[in-house]
T-cell receptor, first 113, second 114 residues
Framework: DQQVKQNSPSLSVQEGRISILNCDYT??????FLWYKKYPAEGPTFLISISSIKDKNEDGRFTVFLNKSAKHLSLHIVPSQPGDSAVYFCAASLDTGRRALTFGSGTRLQVQP | EPEVTQTPSHQVTQMGQEVILRCVPISNHLYFYWYRQILGQKVEFLVSFYNNEISEKSEIFDDQFSVERPDGSNFTLKIRSTKLEDSAMYFC????????????FGDGTRLSIL
């Protein structure tokens, strides 16, 4: 199942700089997109989401951008902090989120002090 | 902050045995889900539950699996006769009423089948 793809398995950035995590999807029927952060031995923690009727959603240091024509979304973290080091998953859903989430394979972000 | 609670954190079971994984969703949430993650693989959807019935299930969720909400707070996943390939992290999630509500996940149960 490759409906949601995160092509970068890892990313390393310096503290204070911007982290940009990318995600592509193939199913044009997805209408709700989410980003989760996951630490080892914990469950995915919800970070931020975006509906398909928007192209940007911002929450503090986190901004998600959605490009529907390219079927691409990205998560920007500014400024990056060492505590942001984790695995980040994008996920997509039909029916405004009440349906199954389809997850990407994750990107491991390391923020260097 | 309210959270989804799962027990046990680790379950070791002999192949062929029944296992029940337990979850307490966030109290005012109405939609409940089970996902699993086999080591090194993606998080996969198993089943969703709303209004005391299954609303959606994946191909993985075959007759060996069942879910139940036995009371007002618990949500369980039962695997009737476990197989080696059922070894995985199992995550419970819940979401609130309304559209565009995120699913909130518990910390998972690591199921090891011997």
């Amino acid at each position: 199942d490759q409906q949601v793809k995160q092509n970068s398995p890892s990313l390393s950035v310096q503290e204070g700089r911007i982290s940009i995590l990318n995600c592509d999807y193939t199913n044009s029927m997805f209408d709700y997109f989410l980003w989760y952060k996951k630490y080892p031995a914990e469950g995915p923690t919800f970070l931020i989401s975006i509906s398909s009727i928007k192209d940007k959603n911002e929450d503090g240091r986190f901004t998600v951008f959605l490009n529907k024509s390219a079927k691409h979304l990205s998560l920007h973290i500014v400024p990056s902090q060492p505590g942001d080091s984790a695995v980040y998953f994008c996920a997509a859903s039909l029916d405004t989120g009440r349906r199954a989430l389809t997850f990407g394979s994750g990107t491991r972000l390391q923020v260097q002090p | 902050e309210p959270e989804v609670t799962q027990t046990p954190s680790h379950q070791v079971t002999q192949m062929g045995q029944e296992v029940i994984l337990r979850c307490v969703p966030i109290s005012n949430h109405l939609y409940f889900y089970w996902y699993r993650q086999i080591l090194g693989q993606k998080v996969e959807f198993l089943v969703s539950f709303y209004n005391n019935e299954i609303s959606e299930k994946s191909e993985i969720f075959d007759d060996q699996f069942s879910v139940e909400r036995p009371d007002g707070s618990n949500f369980t996943l039962k695997i009737r006769s476990t197989k080696l390939e059922d070894s995985a992290m199992y995550f419970c999630a819940s979401s609130d009423r309304g559209s565009n509500q995120p699913q909130h996940f518990g910390d998972g149960t690591r199921l090891s089948i011997l």
